[in-house]
């Protein structure tokens, strides 16, 4: 074998296994992989808005576009993802409160994550099978289901893009034993901070950059310990600085998250078992096995697996799942969606496994007469494809018993009221005050929904069943509106 050049991530996996993968073979793969997405996930072109849609495509039109641009810079103030808002905005200008075009652009932001996977697998060093059913995994997860139709978790998604972005683009160079130039590191960082500035996620990138030079390059030793650190890993290091400001804009900025109730961070052994339990359960959506004793159990094995020989695939992605939830890891109430660039490091890690698991079995079998007869390939090939089978239809099982069910009650009042509005049309001169006196939500979507319908930066509305308005502030309102018996009612 060919010595692999210095810095160079080695092939992981036997020959014998990348020999299968011709054109033709890649091809009908890859055609498989877009079949399977487009199955499971083109109903999604057809949901609605749900009300987390309508506050954050508020919230992200009314600041004006160049606030929207430069606020990506600011990460000192601790502004509130503000890649989503190149994700809302744009596509309101352009289609207005329709949301099939956001849906098919979700969708494709998507599929491009499906194909980072793989590449994500292949810059590990898996072999092209292995880093196909890595890319299968995350065509549609069950236990992840929202994901895949609910329009707010594109920050989930936008920064799964970047983040495997930016690590793609930063592997790629050191394989070939060089370290990033000037321009590659403005690469770099744009694709980091794009990341950071999708979702709180990101900030994990520096240690995976120091895992992947410790795993894949060579480890340092005590001796040059220090040179190992302004050479190879001075780009983690700054990126952790990068990262810090980050934090610091998030926990104290003027518009931090930290002094909402739901980001206070819980540092407690309870909280950690709780989220073990619900990320494990969602990652076997089939079934919901896990308690404290599995939760050990299966952490065991899975360090198990990546220990036993030096296979650095296994190693560096153990890292990775311990690594990327920890943003979340101590909030409450977070799960599904939130796991989704750990994700990737499963996809990967169980794809290996897995391949390794057929292959070992398909051996053993060629001592069985029912299975003696096929040769190794044969054999192969159908425990690879019994096992895409089974996923596949574990999948389309969840989706029919609860995904669907789930999908359609997503946003259907948004959408009624948003189809009030198209009906009756309304139009309320510039500079107005405009009141609701009764609307069918909760909380302020009334108002979002208005606000995005208008398109007005000076015009004051006023929800009087939030905010309650006396009669002489009623009578000074230029146009007053209510929603009864299901429709939109213009009074004055």
């Known amino acids: 074998m060919t010595p692999s050049p210095k810095g160079a991530t080695p092939s992981l996996e036997p020959t014998r296994q990348r020999a299968i993968a011709g054109p033709w073979q890649r091809l009908a793969f890859a055609a ?67 949301p099939m075009p956001f849906q098919v ?6 599929v491009t994550n499906v194909y980072l996977v793989y590449r994500f697998a292949r810059v590990l060093g898996c072999a092209e099978l292995t880093a196909g059913l890595a890319a299968l995994i995350p065509c549609y997860h069950a236990g992840m289901s929202s994901l895949y139709y609910t329009l707010s978790n594109v920050y989930d998604v936008l920064c799964c893009l970047f983040y495997l972005g930016a690590f793609l683009y930063y592997a790629r160079i050191r394989q070939r034993g060089r370290m990033p130039g000037a321009g590659q590191l403005a690469v770099f960082f744009l ?22 030079e410790w795993i894949y390059q060579a480890p340092p030793r005590w001796k040059t310990l220090l040179r190992w650190l302004r050479g190879p890993v001075r780009v983690a290091l700054f990126a952790a600085i990068l990262a810090g400001i980050y934090v610091y804009g998030r ?23 709780e989220f073990q339990i619900t ?21 065991v094995v899975v360090w198990y697996l990546a220990l036993r020989r030096p296979r650095p695939v296994l190693r560096f992605c153990c890292v990775f799942l311990m690594v990327t939830p920890l943003p979340v890891e101590f909030l409450t109430g977070r799960g599904e969606a939130t796991l989704y660039l750990p994700l990737a490091g499963w996809a990967v890690f169980f794809s290996v496994i897995f391949v390794g698991a057929a292959r070992a079995i398909s051996e053993f079998l060629a001592g069985e007469p029912l299975f003696g007869r096929f040769d ?68 302020f979507d009334m108002a979002f929904i208005a606000e995005l319908w208008f398109r007005d930066r000076s015009l004051s509305i006023r929800l009087h069943r939030k ?22 009612v213009q009074i004055r």
């Open 467 to 488: 905010t309650p308005l006396s009669p002489q502030e009623l009578a000074k309102a230029d146009y007053l509106f209510t929603y009864t018996d299901g429709k939109l």
């Open 376 to 443: 190794r390939r044969t054999r192969f090939a159908g425990l690879i494809a019994a096992g895409i089978c089974l996923w596949v239809w574990g999948n389309y099982n969840v989706k029919q018993s609860s995904a669907r069910i789930s999908m359609a009650r997503a946003g259907r009042v948004t959408e009624e009221v948003i189809q009030q509005f198209r009906t009756l049309h309304p139009y309320v001169k510039p500079g107005s005050q405009v009141v609701f006196l009764d609307d069918p939500f909760e909380e």
């Open 105 to 110: 652009l979700y969708l494709l932001l998507l």
């Open 251 to 273: 926990a104290l900025g003027p518009e931090g998250l930290a002094a909402q109730p739901s980001y206070r961070p819980l540092l407690s052994m309870h909280r950690v078992w």
């Open 279 to 299: 990320a494990l359960n969602t990652l076997v959506s089939f079934w919901h096995p896990f308690g404290r004793p599995s939760v050990v159990i299966f952490w």
């Open 191 to 212: 694709l980091y901070l794009c990341a950071l500035n999708s979702k709180e996620m990101a900030v994990t990138l520096p240690l995976v950059l120091v895992a992947y």
């Open 32 to 98: 498989l992989l877009l079949a399977c997405f487009l199955y499971f996930n083109w109903d999604s072109v057809h949901m609605r808005f749900v009300e987390d849609d309508m506050m954050n495509m508020a919230g992200y039109w009314r600041p004006g576009p160049w606030y929207l641009v430069y606020s990506h810079f600011l990460i000192w103030r601790g502004q509130y993802r503000p890649m989503g808002g190149l994700f809302y905005v744009p596509m309101l200008q352009l289609f207005g409160l329709n």
